[in-house]
C-alpha cells in the first residue's frame, strides 16, 4: 500500500471512531499580526505594482514563519486536519492583486508550509495522525448570478475559464503533497461544479487521487445559498460525485445553522463536516462568540448525532478549536445511512 493509500485508510478508520476536528481560522490569526504594506510584499514583492496588504495567501511566501507558526497553534489546540492557507489562491481571485501568474507557486508553498507543521506534530505524537487538507475558495466571481442587468447572460468568466483556474491550483496542491481536497464556502453551485470538474480532470492527468469535501455556505436566514438553493438542492445537485464529507461552514453562526445542518445530515449518505463563524459579526465586522458558548452548541450537534468532523471558520481561534474538540471528545461519530430512494454514488464527474 503507497503512502497516500495508507493515508486514505487511516483517516477513514478514524472517522468511523470519533469526530475529527478541523482548525479554525487563517485570517483572524492573521490579522493579530497587525502586517502592513511592507510586511506583506517582503524582499520579493518591493517593487510590485499592486497594493498587497490583505493578500494572505501570499504569506506562505513573503511569510511563512507566521503562517506555519499559526498552523502548529491549531494542531496544539487538537486539530486533525489543518487547511492550507490557498483559499483565494486562484487565477481569477488573483488578478485583483496582479498576482494570477503565481498560482501554481502559492498553492505549492500553502501546501507544504502545512506539511511542516503536520510532519514536526507527527514527530512529537508519531500515534495520532494528522492531515493537510487543500483549501480551495469559491473565487470572487459567479457563474450563476446575473452581474449586468442589461447583459443578463454575460458573465466576467465562463466555466471554462474556471475550470482552468481551479485546474493551477489543484495540481500545485497535489504537487505540495496535500493528503485532503477541501472545496469550501461554495455559493455558487455552478462554480462548484467546475471546481469537481477541475479536481477529476487533474486526477486524471496527474494519476493520483485523495479524497474530495465539499462544505457550502448558507447566505441568509431562508437557509439558501447565495445563487438560490436550499440545502437538500445543493445536495442534490452535487450527490453524484463521489465526496468524503459534505456540510456547511461559515455561514450565520452555528446556531442559525442549526436547523440545516440536521437536515444535510438527514439526507446525505456521506460524512458530514460543520465548521461555523464565532457568531454573527457585531457593528464593527468583528466576531463576539467565546470558545465556550461556541463549543456548547457544537456539543448539541455532536450529540443529536449530526457531526463527523467540526471545526470553526472566521473569527475562531486555537482557543475556540480547544473548547470544540473537547466538547465533542466523549461524542459518538455520525454513522452516514443512505436516505431511501438516494442516486447512487458514482466515481466521475459526468459531462457538463
Same mark, same amino acid.
Given at each position: ?53 490583505? *493578500? ?33 489562491? *486562484? ?48 473565487? *470572487? ?6 452581474? %449586468? ?25 497535489? %504537487? ?50 447565495? &445563487? ?75 450529540? *443529536? ?36 430512494? &438516494? ?10
Amino acid at each position: 500500500m503507497n503512502d497516500d493509500n495508507h493515508r486514505i485508510e487511516l483517516l477513514r478508520r478514524q472517522l468511523n471512531d470519533r469526530i475529527l476536528i478541523i482548525d479554525g481560522a487563517m485570517g483572524t490569526m492573521i490579522q493579530n499580526h497587525r502586517l502592513g504594506e511592507a510586511d506583506f510584499r517582503g524582499e520579493r514583492f518591493v517593487h510590485h505594482g499592486h497594493d498587497l496588504k490583505g *493578500n494572505n495567501d501570499l504569506l506562505s511566501l513573503t511569510q511563512p514563519a507566521i503562517i506555519e507558526a499559526i498552523h502548529r497553534q491549531y494542531l496544539e489546540a487538537g486539530a486533525d486536519i489543518l487547511a492550507t492557507n490557498t483559499f483565494n489562491s *486562484n487565477a481569477i481571485s488573483m488578478a485583483d492583486y496582479g498576482l494570477s501568474d503565481l498560482v501554481y507557486e502559492l498553492n505549492l508553498a500553502g501546501a507544504r508550509t502545512a506539511l511542516r507543521a503536520v510532519e514536526a506534530q507527527a514527530a512529537r505524537n508519531p500515534a495520532r495522525p494528522r492531515y493537510v487538507a487543500g483549501a480551495i475558495g469559491p473565487t *470572487n466571481r459567479t457563474l450563476s448570478l446575473v452581474v %449586468d442587468v442589461n447583459r443578463p447572460a454575460w458573465r466576467p468568466y465562463t466555466f471554462d475559464q474556471f475550470v482552468e483556474a481551479y485546474s493551477v491550483q489543484i495540481r500545485g496542491l497535489l %504537487d505540495g503533497g496535500v493528503d485532503l481536497l477541501l472545496l469550501e464556502t461554495c455559493f455558487d453551485t455552478l462554480v462548484l461544479k467546475a471546481a469537481l470538474y477541475a479536481v477529476e480532470s487533474c486526477f486524471d492527468t496527474l494519476h493520483r487521487r485523495i479524497p474530495v469535501m465539499v462544505s457550502v455556505t448558507i447566505t441568509d436566514q431562508s437557509g439558501r445559498t447565495l &445563487s438560490g438553493q436550499t440545502i437538500e438542492a445543493f445536495w442534490n445537485s452535487i450527490a453524484h460525485y463521489e465526496l468524503l464529507s459534505v456540510g456547511i461552514n461559515c455561514s450565520l453562526g452555528a446556531r442559525q445553522m442549526r436547523p440545516y445542518l440536521e437536515e444535510l445530515s438527514r439526507i446525505t449518505p456521506v460524512h458530514v463536516s460543520c465548521y461555523p463563524n464565532a457568531g454573527l459579526p457585531n457593528v464593527f465586522g468583528e466576531f463576539d462568540e467565546t470558545p465556550a458558548a461556541m463549543a456548547d452548541q457544537l456539543h448539541e450537534f455532536a450529540d *443529536n448525532g449530526w457531526l463527523n468532523l467540526v471545526g470553526g471558520c472566521c473569527g475562531t481561534t486555537p482557543a475556540h478549536i480547544e473548547a470544540i474538540a473537547a466538547a465533542v471528545r466523549d461524542c459518538k461519530p455520525r454513522v452516514p445511512a443512505r436516505p431511501r430512494g &438516494s442516486w447512487p454514488v458514482i466515481t466521475k464527474v459526468p459531462c457538463r
